[in-house]
């Protein structure tokens, strides 16, 4: 990563394609009730009937309307999907390859335990994997860790398994090459940030700390146009929206996704998949 | 108080740099999280060279209290905010929140990290902002033995005022603080424990300061801010603050570091 402070470059120069002003990705972790067994599971609860058909509101209602939106907005996405999401939803995540959208690993069971082992989070790659590739028969080549957990050796292992790029830092603006020990590993990061992730607006429960009010879709879009509004004007930039089909996939939030999608198009946005951004930028930093 | 050039009211935008810090003394949830981490990592990497550049725009000179441990981690950002004219001040070194710190302990931390800022900037730290809000029954009288002009921990009253020990004055001015100055009071969000599920957005933070800073423009008083790079350092935040800053400026601020009002308020007393 080559940063370096000059009070004007807020990232390494970079341009993107066709003079777009910006790269954004509109990704979708399709994690179902998978995500509120999990969290369940990391802070000590349980979920009951309620929870476990929230987050089937995803496969069910969610999922369709995401799918229907980005193709008539005529834009590629990535969904990040548990191998067992995979597995017990098939038809579902069928329907997302058939649309020409890119499947990448997000666990198999959405484990979002700190403190397992290479060996253990290596199970869980080859399962997800696996189970994907039953699907879409290719290898992902793109992960993000459920609850953005990652581990000190997961962007090796990455690399080890053949993986382009991780989307689970927070900690710039920008995409990055990995590093060790000072030296660029070939494996792009891929930055978000909870302020464009719809579970912090949305996720409601009573099964953890987590339950809250709603937010409205102007103050959320809000944000997010707050958000790419300035990241297009720095021009070097990246934005990733992070939403999940059982919140985003309420009728009125799809509805203003779409006019956002359309702003950002008609706003210098090259709106595309994490894995075809990963290649320009790793193309970018070879060269 | 009367400011100087009939100015209204006298505004410190102030950040603390705590970056990692912030989480690895936020309690057990973080632990080993290493994108919580990288949270904190936003602030030095990405918050500041852009509130840098915005401050900049404005002309404007701002202070930012630092942890030891964050100035040694990230040498060339601390450098640049003391080579643009700003102000560094104490934060402890690691973001030490604990009340049961002996005086030959603090007094020793603040040794190690003054000297870390002189070494990198060439400034002799003069103000004090513990972390977490904590201090300690001793902390006024190591404040003076430090030299310090200032310290930016209390939040009884709008300020400033002149601290005392044992009822008499001394050369040392509170330019207190509060939450709703706060930026983590609307935009720290965290699902790790202990949770803080709340996100305002940058209108609300606009809002709620504005009229804050046209009521206490009125009576003539102060506003110290307390940011957080990593949070505030959003580009749709910066942006709001930009917009803030340039409103106050139009309307009557002296903005400047917590430094220059503290000597301000000592060389004049004019309450």
């Given at each position: 990563?080559?940063?370096?402070?000059?009070?004007?470059?807020?990232?390494?120069?970079?341009?993107?394609?066709?003079?777009?002003?910006?790269?954004?990705?509109?990704?979708?972790d399709?994690d179902?009730?998978f995500l509120?067994i999990s969290r369940?599971?990391?802070?000590?609860?349980?979920?009951?009937?309620?929870?476990?058909?929230?987050?089937?509101?995803?496969?069910?209602?969610?999922?369709?309307?995401?799918?229907?939106?980005?193709?008539?907005?005529?834009?590629?996405?990535?969904?990040?999907?548990p191998?067992i999401v995979?597995?017990?939803?098939?038809?579902?995540?069928?329907?997302?390859?058939?649309?020409?959208?890119?499947?990448?690993?997000h666990g198999y069971m959405h484990e979002s335990?700190?403190?397992?082992?290479?060996?253990?989070?290596?199970?869980?790659?080859?399962?997800?994997?696996?189970?994907?590739?039953?699907?879409?028969?290719?290898?992902?080549?793109?992960?993000?860790?459920p609850q953005?957990?990652?581990?000190?050796?997961?962007?090796?292992?990455?690399?080890?398994?053949?993986?382009?790029?991780?989307?689970?830092?927070?900690?710039?603006?920008?995409?990055?090459?990995?590093?060790?020990?000072?030296?660029?590993?070939?494996?792009?990061?891929?930055?978000?940030?909870?302020?464009?992730?719809?579970?912090?607006?949305?996720?409601?429960?009573?099964?953890?700390?987590?339950?809250?009010?709603?937010?409205?879709?102007?103050?959320?879009?809000?944000?997010?146009?707050?958000?790419?509004?300035?990241?297009?004007?720095?021009?070097?930039?990246?934005?990733?929206?992070?939403?999940?089909?059982?919140?985003?996939?309420?009728?009125?939030?799809?509805?203003?996704?779409?006019?956002?999608?359309?702003?950002?198009?008609?706003?210098?946005?090259?709106?595309?998949?994490?894995?075809?951004?990963?290649?320009?930028?790793?193309?970018?930093?070879?060269? | 108080?009367?400011?100087?050039?009939?100015?209204?009211?006298?505004?410190?935008?102030?950040?603390?740099?705590?970056?990692?810090?912030?989480?690895?003394?936020?309690?057990?949830?973080?632990?080993?999280?290493?994108?919580?981490?990288?949270?904190?990592?936003?602030?030095?990497?990405?918050?500041?060279?852009?509130?840098?550049?915005?401050?900049?725009?404005?002309?404007?000179?701002?202070?930012?209290?630092?942890?030891?441990?964050?100035?040694?981690?990230?040498?060339?950002?601390?450098?640049?905010?003391?080579?643009?004219?700003?102000?560094?001040?104490?934060?402890?070194?690691?973001?030490?929140?604990?009340?049961?710190?002996?005086?030959?302990?603090?007094?020793?931390?603040?040794?190690?990290?003054?000297?870390?800022?002189?070494?990198?900037?060439?400034?002799?730290?003069?103000?004090?902002?513990?972390?977490?809000?904590?201090?300690?029954?001793?902390?006024?009288?190591?404040?003076?033995?430090?030299?310090?002009?200032?310290?930016?921990?209390?939040?009884?009253?709008?300020?400033?005022?002149?601290?005392?020990?044992?009822?008499?004055?001394?050369?040392?001015?509170?330019?207190?603080?509060?939450?709703?100055?706060?930026?983590?009071?609307?935009?720290?969000?965290?699902?790790?424990?202990?949770?803080?599920?709340?996100?305002?957005?940058?209108?609300?933070?606009?809002?709620?300061?504005?009229?804050?800073?046209?009521?206490?423009?009125?009576?003539?008083?102060?506003?110290?801010?307390?940011?957080?790079?990593?949070?505030?350092?959003?580009?749709?935040?910066?942006?709001?603050?930009?917009?803030?800053?340039?409103?106050?400026?139009?309307?009557?601020?002296?903005?400047?570091?917590?430094?220059?009002?503290?000597?301000?308020?000592?060389?004049?007393?004019?309450?």
């Amino acid at each position: 990563m080559s940063y370096k402070i000059d009070g004007r470059t807020n990232g390494p120069f970079i341009t993107w394609p066709g003079n777009s002003r910006i790269a954004v990705m509109i990704t979708f972790d399709f994690d179902a009730e998978f995500l509120r067994i999990s969290r369940a599971v990391s802070k000590g609860t349980t979920i009951g009937f309620s929870d476990y058909s929230r987050g089937q509101y995803g496969p069910h209602e969610g999922l369709k309307r995401c799918l229907d939106i980005l193709e008539l907005h005529n834009v590629k996405s990535t969904f990040f999907v548990p191998g067992i999401v995979a597995e017990r939803y098939g038809r579902q995540v069928e329907s997302i390859c058939e649309h020409g959208h890119e499947i990448a690993c997000h666990g198999y069971m959405h484990e979002s335990k700190k403190d397992i082992t290479k060996e253990e989070e290596t199970e869980i790659l080859e399962k997800s994997e696996t189970a994907l590739m039953s699907i879409t028969g290719k290898h992902p080549v793109g992960h993000r860790g459920p609850q953005s957990v990652i581990h000190a050796f997961t962007p090796e292992l990455l690399l080890e398994r053949g993986y382009l790029y991780s989307s689970s830092m927070k900690d710039c603006d920008w995409a990055y090459l990995w590093e060790k020990e000072g030296k660029s590993l070939p494996l792009v990061e891929l930055p978000c940030d909870i302020t464009m992730d719809d579970f912090t607006y949305f996720y409601f429960t009573f099964s953890d700390p987590a339950v809250r009010s709603m937010y409205t879709n102007r103050e959320v879009f809000g944000n997010w146009k707050a958000e790419f509004d300035g990241l297009t004007e720095e021009g070097n930039k990246i934005f990733i929206l992070k939403l999940h089909p059982q919140m985003i996939g309420r009728a009125s939030r799809i509805s203003a996704l779409g006019r956002f999608i359309a702003y950002m198009k008609s706003h210098g946005a090259w709106i595309t998949t994490c894995e075809e951004v990963a290649r320009y930028v790793k193309g970018g930093f070879v060269s | 108080m009367i400011w100087p050039n009939k100015k209204r009211i006298a505004v410190m935008m102030a950040f603390d740099l705590d970056a990692e810090t912030m989480w690895t003394t936020h309690g057990e949830g973080s632990r080993g999280h290493i994108t919580d981490l990288s949270r904190g990592a936003y602030g030095p990497k990405q918050g500041v060279p852009r509130i840098l550049d915005m401050l900049d725009t404005h002309g404007v000179r701002a202070t930012f209290f630092i942890p030891g441990v964050i100035a040694e981690r990230y040498p060339d950002v601390v450098r640049e905010i003391g080579r643009r004219g700003h102000e560094i001040g104490f934060h402890g070194y690691l973001h030490e929140e604990f009340p049961d710190t002996t005086y030959e302990e603090e007094d020793a931390t603040m040794s190690r990290c003054e000297k870390i800022i002189y070494d990198l900037t060439g400034q002799k730290i003069v103000g004090h902002r513990g972390p977490g809000g904590v201090i300690h029954d001793y902390s006024l009288k190591l404040l003076l033995e430090h030299g310090y002009i200032y310290s930016s921990n209390w939040r009884d009253s709008d300020g400033p005022f002149i601290h005392k020990i044992d009822g008499k004055e001394i050369p040392l001015v509170e330019l207190p603080k509060d939450s709703i100055f706060d930026d983590t009071a609307y935009d720290f969000y965290t699902d790790s424990a202990p949770e803080r599920y709340e996100l305002k957005s940058p209108g609300e933070m606009f809002e709620i300061w504005k009229d804050e800073f046209d009521s206490l423009a009125v009576e003539n008083r102060m506003i110290n801010f307390v940011l957080h790079p990593q949070f505030v350092g959003r580009v749709s935040r910066v942006n709001m603050l930009s917009d803030l800053i340039g409103y106050m400026l139009s309307n009557g601020a002296w903005i400047d570091t917590n430094r220059d009002v503290a000597q301000y308020v000592l060389d004049h007393k004019t309450f």
